[in-house]
């Protein structure tokens, strides 16, 4: 059997931990809380977290063999990752902007759910999960929580409920998003 050495130079940074958030390892399982709120996180069982000094680190578990261990650079990488971004999410908190672009297109918000009217016969309404708000500013669908994923998620799912077209540009888009436009069609001169 080969043994993998891991690399991963996402993997090998500390994660700093800010004033207010603490973090409690419970085996695989990592705790962490802020002043927006807690998450956890289950880690890889071939990834060892730990806690010291006022930071949080992971790396990846010796003599690791099989087709396990071929993985096991990304998976050292993702879950320091993951864990960064619910440190900032407790800490900060993450916010996603979307655009409407079209004639008549407004969105409105219902209770704690956003409606979208975008060119269908209906008005659409998009119910938001547990730990994610929406807001509105000027026209800009503001998603906002503290889990990255979910945020990402959540700001994903209206965005296809129209996506950009390519032709005239209409539809729901991130803020700062570009759409390639595409030419339409030429009517030729006929002989």
């Given at each position: 059997?080969?043994?993998?050495?891991?690399?991963?130079?996402?993997?090998?940074?500390?994660?700093?931990?800010?004033?207010?958030?603490?973090?409690?390892?419970?085996?695989?399982?990592?705790?962490?809380?802020?002043?927006?709120?807690?998450?956890?996180?289950?880690?890889?069982?071939?990834?060892?977290?730990?806690?010291?000094?006022?930071?949080?680190?992971?790396?990846?578990?010796?003599?690791?063999?099989?087709?396990?261990?071929k993985h096991l650079s990304a998976l050292w990488g993702t879950s320091r990752a993951r864990l960064r971004n619910i440190v900032a999410g407790v800490n900060e908190g993450f916010v996603k902007r979307l655009e409407l672009h079209g004639?008549?297109?407004?969105?409105?918000?219902?209770?704690?759910?956003?409606?979208?009217?975008?060119?269908?016969?209906?008005?659409?309404?998009?119910?938001?999960?547990?730990?994610?708000?929406?807001?509105?500013?000027?026209?800009?669908?503001?998603?906002?929580?503290?889990?990255?994923?979910?945020?990402?998620?959540?700001?994903?799912?209206?965005?296809?409920?129209?996506?950009?077209?390519?032709?005239?540009?209409?539809?729901?888009?991130?803020?700062?998003?570009?759409?390639?436009?595409?030419?339409?069609?030429?009517?030729?001169?006929?002989?």
């Open positions: 059997m080969t043994t993998f050495t891991a690399r991963s130079r996402i993997g090998k940074q500390v994660i700093p931990l800010p004033d207010g958030v603490t973090v409690a390892v419970d085996g695989q399982r990592v705790t962490i809380t802020g002043p927006k709120g807690e998450l956890s996180y289950t880690v890889h069982p071939l990834i060892v977290p730990s806690v010291a000094d006022g930071s949080l680190t992971v790396a990846p578990r010796p003599h690791v063999t099989g087709r396990e261990g004639v008549g297109y407004r969105a409105a918000i219902k209770g704690a759910a956003l409606e979208l009217t975008v060119g269908y016969s209906h008005a659409v309404t998009v119910e938001p999960p547990a730990g994610i708000t929406f807001s509105l500013e000027n026209d800009v669908i503001v998603v906002s929580g503290i889990d990255a994923v979910l945020v990402g998620q959540v700001a994903a799912n209206i965005r296809a409920v129209r996506k950009p077209e390519p032709y005239k540009g209409k539809g729901i888009r991130y803020a700062g998003e570009y759409v390639r436009r595409k030419v339409g069609k030429v009517v030729g001169a006929s002989a």
